[in-house]
């Protein structure tokens, strides 16, 4: 049996393992017991079992254990803050996207780090940043409102206000 240290959601959980290649998404899901990374596709093509580590978006279907060791997770679970929803997760809600949702954690990590990386994308930007996460239910039209609207909401949350200016 081996030990593993992983930190996910700002929660460190030590996890011991027979076998470390056992993919991150089984030890999320049968051993922290999240619900958001989903089991899509196993290939990591599919999306529905995205996480963000180090600011990049993961699939860990594919991804062992192992390779993640002392890594900081986060999951669909940790977006929110303070019980205060990010706005892409706002977004979501607002544009009506989820249609059967078994997507959504991989649409909404996406999301999230496409808008980390550029605050204000282009149609075709978001079109290409979201192109390796799938929907069956084809909510790409919602799924691109959403994305524009977090992206409208930040920028909002970025600007100074007019009583900070004038203050």
């Not at 470390?20 to 079992?49: H, I, M, S, W």
């Not at 009506?96 to 930007?125: E, I, S």
């Amino acid at each position: 049996m081996s030990l593993f240290t992983i930190t996910v959601n700002g929660t460190r959980h030590d996890i011991e393992l027979a076998d470390p290649t056992t993919p991150l998404l089984y030890v999320l899901r049968n051993d922290v017991g999240l619900e958001g990374p989903k089991f899509g596709c196993g290939l990591g093509q599919c999306g529905a079992c995205t996480v963000i580590i180090k600011g990049e978006t993961v699939r860990s279907c594919v991804r062992p254990i192992s390779t993640v060791q002392n890594a900081e997770i986060t999951t669909l679970e940790g977006l929110a803050q303070n019980g205060k929803l990010l706005p892409v997760q706002q977004a979501w809600i607002d544009e009506q996207v989820p249609q059967c949702g078994y997507c959504q954690n991989g649409q909404m990590l996406t999301a999230k780090v496409l808008l980390d990386k550029n605050p204000n994308p282009t149609d075709a930007q978001i079109r290409q940043g979201m192109a390796t996460t799938l929907c069956r239910c084809m909510t790409y039209y919602r799924i691109q409102s959403a994305i524009k609207r977090a992206a409208s909401a930040l920028r909002a949350d970025a600007a100074p206000s007019q009583d900070k200016v004038n203050a």
